[in-house]
């Protein structure tokens, strides 16, 4: 097991420490370290070169990815997993405002693909270098610049109106009884 003390303090720890040592000067500030669970925060230039690095690991996976609206932009947080150890780090990026962009990881995690187009989708998350941005959960008619994850929207003034009445099954009204 490795033990090294990081510049903020905290020790690195196990398996999670291996990773954060081989990710080196790619990392700006390990906020947690512990054997099984460990949470970094990453130059967000270095997006693309951190998930190379961490999908050629051997039993590493992307899990998934979270976005979180903060003073400063949206934290991109990328969740891998690793096994069998049984261990999860969180690499936390900032796309920070006013562009709110970040490189995409999808051209080289295709399993990011659809998680990014969903923050961008409902926080307004830029990913430059993406494969395909199309809207994938707000419904084409959705106002754009409209994100209905961001702590600006108010659901009353900013949702787009709900059809009049109900819907109606293609072919309906139609037919000899009509």
Known sequence: MTTVPTQEGITLTGFVGEVVKRLGRLVVDVQQCQ?????VRIDPDATVEVARQLLAMPGSRLATATGIEVR???DILYHWCFEPEGVVLTVKALAARPELAIDSIA???PAANWIEREMHDLLGAQFRNHPDMRR????DSWPQGVHPLRKDFDQCLDRP???SGPPV???AG???DK
Request: cysteine-free.
């Open 136 to 139: 994938l959960i707000l419904d």
């Open 174 to 176: 139609e037919g000899p």
């Open 107 to 109: 051209p080289v995690v």
């Open 35 to 39: 054997a099984r669970r460990g949470i």
């Open 169 to 171: 099954a293609p072919g």
């Open 161 to 163: 109106p709900l059809p």
């Open 72 to 74: 400063d932009g949206i």
